[in-house]
C-alpha cells in the first residue's frame, strides 16, 4: 500500500540526526516493548508480514508521530484484539476482562535463546523454475495496490537488471493477508540512479531492490 | 521523537487513576504486559531474557568479528562472499533477522550503503537492534536518494569517482557491509581488528577505523 511507511525518495523530513554514543533504549518501557513484540510473535497467530502491515495501517499522522516502538506497540495492539488476545476495552481497563484463545505457543525463558537463534527463516522451494538470469533486462511493474507489498513506490515501472537470483521465499503481498505462502523466486534488481531520479539523481549510483518474480516483467 | 500523549488514546484509560504518575507510553506498555501475563500468553522472565540477549549478546561486536575474520583470512572472505549466512553461522551468530545473509564488500571506487525503506529491515544476528536514525525518515528517505547527501551527514564525504551502490532490503534479505581494511593494520589480531570495526561502517554510514 502506499502509506506512510513508503519513504523512499520522500522529502522534507530534514538531516539524518545521527545520535552520539546512542543507548540501546532510550526508556525502559522501549525494551519491554521490543521484548513484547517478540514473544507475542511466537505465539504463532500471525506472520511478520501481517505484522508489517498493521503498521503501516496506524495511519500517516499516527506514523509519523510515533518513535519506532511506539509504531511496534501501537500495531500489537492491533495484532492482538485482531486475533481475539486483547480486546480494546481490556487495555481500557487495564486488565482483563475474559479468557483469551487457547496460545499454542508461549515463548518461555528457557526456550529464548534457542528461538531467537532459529529465528524464522522464510526461504521456501518453488517448483517452476526461475523466470530470469542474472543479466535479464527486466522492468518493474506498475501497482498501485491497498494491500501489503515490498514493491516500493520508487522502484515501480522502472527498468534495471537482474544481478542475482536469491532463492524462493514467501510472497509477503498475500502472506500479510492470510492469503499463504505462495512462494514465488526473488531477485536482486539493480536500478540506475538516473532512471529512478533524472538529473537529480547522483551521477553514477544505483540502487538495488529485491524483487519477487511477480514484481518484474521481461524488458 | 517525542514520546508525548497524542492525544487520540481516548477509551485507554491512561492517565487516569493509579498510573497517572506514568508517562503515557510506560503507562500503555505496562498495561499490555501485565494484560498477556495474566492470560498466560506471555512469561515475563522470557521478556527479561530476551532483552538481555540484545543487550550483552548479540551486538555489533558479531559483525565486528565477521568483518576481521574476512581481512585476515582470504578463504573466509570467499566463504562470506558466497554463501554469508553459513560463513556467518560458522562464527556462531544466526537466528532472528539474520536468516538470509548477504555480504557486500567495498572495494576501490565502490561503497556500499544500506537501508530499508520501507520498514526498519536490519541484520539483526550481526549487528544488534537498529539505532533510532535507521529507523526514522530522514534516512530511509534519502538513501536511496541522495546517497553522497546522507554520507555527508555522518562526516563521510567520498569522492566523486567513488561509485556508490544502496541496497534497498525490501525482502527477506540482511545485508552486512564489509568495509576496507584500515592501511597500517599488518600486524593485528582479530580482536584488535574488530575494534576498528563500526556498526556504522557495516551499514556503510562509516569507513572502518573512522569511528572505533
Known amino acids: 500500500m502506499n502509506g506512510p511507511q513508503d519513504l523512499g525518495g520522500q522529502q522534507g523530513f530534514g538531516a539524518v540526526a545521527p545520535e552520539a ?18 514473544a507475542c510473535g511466537a505465539l504463532g497467530a500471525w506472520t511478520i508480514d501481517e505484522s508489517r502491515h498493521a503498521r503501516e495501517t496506524l495511519g500517516w499522522v499516527t506514523y509519523y508521530r510515533s518513535s519506532y516502538y511506539e509504531i511496534w506497540i501501537r500495531a500489537l495492539e492491533t ?6 488476545f486483547v480486546a480494546s476495552e481490556e487495555r481500557a481497563a487495564g486488565r482483563a476482562l475474559r479468557l483469551a484463545p487457547e496460545a499454542p505457543r508461549v515463548l518461555r525463558a528457557e526456550a529464548v535463546a534457542g528461538t531467537l537463534a532459529r529465528g524464522g527463516p522464510c526461504d521456501r522451494p518453488v517448483a517452476a523454475p526461475p523466470r530470469f538470469a542474472p ?38 503481498d498475500s502472506n500479510a493477508h492470510g492469503g499463504g505462502e505462495r512462494p514465488q523466486w526473488v531477485y536482486t534488481v539493480v536500478l540506475r540512479g538516473e532512471d529512478l531520479w533524472g538529473a537529480d539523481a547522483d551521477p553514477g549510483s544505483e540502487v538495488s531492490i529485491d524483487a519477487w518474480e511477480s514484481y518484474l516483467e521481461p524488458a | ?36 501475563t495474566g492470560k498466560g500468553l506471555v512469561d515475563p522472565a522470557a521478556l527479561d531474557a530476551i532483552i538481555e540477549t540484545y543487550a550483552s549478546k548479540v551486538g555489533p561486536r558479531n559483525g565486528a568479528r565477521v568483518v576481521a575474520r574476512s581481512w585476515l583470512e582470504p578463504g573466509y572472505a570467499d566463504w562470506l562472499r558466497r554463501d554469508a549466512t553459513a560463513a556467518i553461522a560458522e562464527m556462531g551468530y544466526s537466528g532472528r533477522q539474520g536468516e538470509h545473509m548477504r555480504a ?11 537501508v530499508c525503506t520501507l520498514c526498519s529491515c536490519y541484520p539483526w544476528a550481526v549487528l544488534g537492534l537498529p539505532p533510532v536514525w535507521y529507523k526514522a525518515p530522514p534516512y530511509r528517505a534519502r538513501a536511496v536518494s541522495d546517497p553522497r547527501g546522507v554520507l555527508r551527514e555522518f562526516g ?39 575494534d576498528l570495526v563500526s556498526r556504522d561502517a557495516m551499514i556503510g554510514t562509516a569507513l572502518a577505523g573512522a569511528r572505533p
Do not use: C
Not at chain 2, 557486500?104 to 544500506?114: A, K, P, Q, R, S
Open chain 2, 104 to 114: 557486500v564488500f567495498n572495494g576501490v571506487g565502490t561503497h556500499n550503503l544500506v
Open chain 1, 21 to 38: 554514543d546512542e543507548p540501546l533504549f532510550h526508556a525502559p518501557w522501549e525494551a519491554r516493548a521490543m521484548a513484547l513484540t517478540l
Open chain 1, 135 to 172: 543479466g535479464a533486462r527486466v522492468r518493474t511493474v506498475a501497482m498501485n495496490p491497498e494491500h501489503h507489498t515490498r514493491l516500493p513506490r520508487y522502484a515501480r515501472d522502472k527498468p534495471g537488471v537482474v544481478e542475482a537470483v536469491q532463492g524462493g521465499f514467501v510472497f509477503p
Open chain 2, 156 to 194: 563521510l564525504d567520498l569522492p566523486a569517482a567513488t561509485r556508490i551502490r544502496v541496497w534497498d532490503s525490501t525482502a527477506e534479505l540482511r545485508y552486512l557491509v564489509v568495509p576496507e581494511r584500515p592501511a597500517g593494520t599488518g600486524g593485528l589480531g582479530l580482536e584488535d581488528l574488530a
Open chain 1, 79 to 84: 495484532l492482538l484484539a485482531r486475533h481475539g
Open chain 2, 1 to 36: 521523537m517525542p514520546h508525548d500523549d497524542h492525544g487520540d488514546d481516548q477509551g485507554h484509560g491512561h492517565g487516569h487513576g493509579p498510573d497517572n504518575h506514568l508517562d503515557p507510553m510506560t503507562a500503555r506498555v505496562m498495561a499490555l504486559e501485565t494484560i498477556l
